[in-house]
Every structure is written in structure tokens, then in C-alpha cells.
């Protein structure tokens, strides 16, 4: 028995670079997507109290409880919006195969990064919530997954 086969490189090629060419495009649009997720996770577990693998954050201290009641704000639990311009300054950048997270507002940069990494006030209490917990990075890789297959129809 003998086989035969006709192959036109050129539409091999062309066909190779297409698939290329979508699977950028797919990426890009994916990534953008599972970082407009992160935003709002972050932003929405903040704003409820957690932490990014769970639990709740410190309680205010007394002094912040009552600054905060005077400018009418929840005191319940801490939820690191006063004004809310820190969260709508979260924003992200996507570059290659790359995104990155990013407070758009420099004073909002610093201001999140002394209560997630050094600590505020006297007894320096960090509230580390620009984060992706475990839980919600599964939840961004599936998305992404679907959202590639979908797209690229594999």
C-alpha cells in the first residue's frame, strides 16, 4: 500500500502564521480581562474587610473610630476607603505577555502601599490587601483558560 500526500507550503505557512497572529491577540484580550477581574476582586474583598487568603483585617483603633463616625464613615469593620479615590485609581498595564497592577495616583500609591506594606499610625498595623489570594488566582487562571480555548476554538 502506498500513501501520497500534496502539501502547499505556502498555505501551510500562511495558516501557521494566522494561528501566530490570533493567539497574540487572543492573549492580549484574555489578559486584559482576567486583570480587570483582579481589580475588582481586590477592590470588592477590600471594601468587605478580608484579606486576600481569608480572614478579616485588625480592627480600627479607637482614635480612627471616631474620626471616622464624625466624617460619616462605616467604623463596623475596616474596609481602607475614606474618600474611595485610592480604589479608582486601581488600575492595570498590559505589555506583551504581561500585565501589571498599578495605582494610577501617585499620592493613592503611597498611601496604599504604607497600609499594605509599613504599616499606619502609631502601632504600625499593616492591612496587606493589594494581593491575589489563592483562591481568587485559581478563579483568574480558569477564566483565562475558558476564555483562550473559547477564542482560539481548541
Do not use: C, W
Request: aromatic residues 10%.
Amino acid at each position: 500500500m502506498e500513501v501520497s500526500a500534496k502539501i502547499n507550503s505556502i498555505e501551510v505557512t500562511n495558516f501557521l502564521k494566522n494561528i501566530t497572529r490570533k493567539q497574540k491577540s487572543v492573549i492580549d484580550k484574555g489578559l486584559k480581562r482576567v486583570s480587570n477581574m483582579a481589580v475588582l476582586m481586590i477592590t470588592k474583598r477590600t471594601q468587605s474587610g478580608k484579606l486576600p487568603d481569608g480572614g478579616n483585617m485588625r480592627p480600627y483603633a479607637s482614635t480612627t473610630v471616631r474620626g471616622r463616625k464624625k466624617r460619616g464613615r462605616q467604623t463596623g469593620f475596616v474596609d481602607l476607603t475614606d474618600t474611595g479615590k485610592m480604589f479608582r485609581s486601581l488600575d492595570f498595564r498590559t505589555r506583551g505577555f504581561k500585565s501589571t497592577l498599578f495605582f494610577s495616583n501617585k499620592e493613592r500609591e503611597k498611601i496604599a502601599s504604607y497600609h499594605d506594606t509599613f504599616g499606619v499610625g502609631r502601632r504600625k498595623i499593616t492591612r496587606p490587601f493589594f494581593a491575589i489570594g489563592d483562591k481568587e488566582e485559581d478563579k483568574l487562571r480558569a477564566e483565562f483558560s475558558k476564555f483562550y480555548f473559547k477564542e482560539m476554538r481548541l
